[in-house]
């Protein structure tokens, strides 16, 4: 299994300002995912992103929204951009690993926009 | 929309085992059926997966029918701390396409 921490944990920010988080793991893995999980819902994938290339952005998610970097195999960032309450949500990193490809994921990080 | 169908909730009592189900009629041949849970305020967690046949680890135990459409996981014995939302995800892990989708899962609550 993969250990992935993300910083920061929680954070209050305010509109119209933007938030980076990091995603560290402990292994080398090519495929990395950005989750959002809005309150009392569950998890909506908002891009794929791969090293060496551009994240791959789902539908509804726009890279000016969610800029993403991916400099290595074992990090990656997600940038909220011009925060609105409606981005207060649980941001979550993921990896794919282990012989299936089963996931792992980060503890995320709870963003309050205010 | 979610391959899978699962009850919003469930009660269990602590010491007893807990079975959740999980309908996925329109499984194809080459996709795996993967639980995850989610306690609160962490992220998801990893628990098992199968093909067809049944499987168990040190967390629980997966029975998959025979015509695969449905499929059980089983928490031998419950603690309070397997209180969570536990989702039944379908996939075909080798698909390049890689993305789980996530459906409502089955809120468990373990009482004492």
């Known amino acids: 299994s993969a250990v992935i921490s993300q910083k920061p944990s929680r954070d209050i920010c305010q509109r119209g300002t933007s938030l980076t988080i990091q995603c560290q793991v402990d292994?080398?893995?090519?495929?990395m995912f950005w989750y959002r999980q809005q309150p009392g819902q569950s998890l909506t994938l908002i891009a794929t992103a791969n090293q060496g290339s551009e994240a791959t952005y789902e539908s509804g998610f726009v890279i000016d929204k969610f800029p993403i970097s991916r400099p290595n195999l074992t990090f990656s960032t997600l940038t909220v951009s011009n925060m609105s309450p409606e981005d207060s949500s649980i941001y979550l990193c993921?990896?794919?690993?282990?012989?299936?490809?089963?996931?792992?994921f980060g503890p995320g990080t709870r963003l309050t926009v205010t | 929309d979610a391959k899978t169908t699962q009850p919003p909730s469930m009660d269990c009592a602590e010491g007893r085992a807990a079975n959740l189900p999980c309908n996925h009629s329109?499984?194809?041949?080459?996709?795996?059926v993967y639980w995850y849970r989610q306690i609160h305020s962490q992220g998801p967690q990893y628990i098992i997966h199968g093909l067809k046949n049944n499987e168990t680890n040190e967390m629980a135990s997966l029975i998959i029918t025979e015509d695969r459409k449905s499929s059980t996981l089983i928490l031998p014995h419950a603690t309070l701390r397997d209180t969570a939302v536990y989702y039944c995800?379908?996939?075909?892990?080798?698909?390049?396409?890689?993305?789980?989708?996530w459906g409502a899962g089955t809120k468990l609550i373990i009482k004492p």
């Open positions: 993921s990896v794919k690993s282990g012989q299936n490809y089963e996931q792992y």
């Open positions: 292994s080398q893995v090519t495929m």
């Open positions: 329109t499984i194809s041949g080459n996709e795996y």
């Open positions: 995800i379908v996939r075909a892990p080798m698909d390049s396409n890689y993305q789980l989708i």
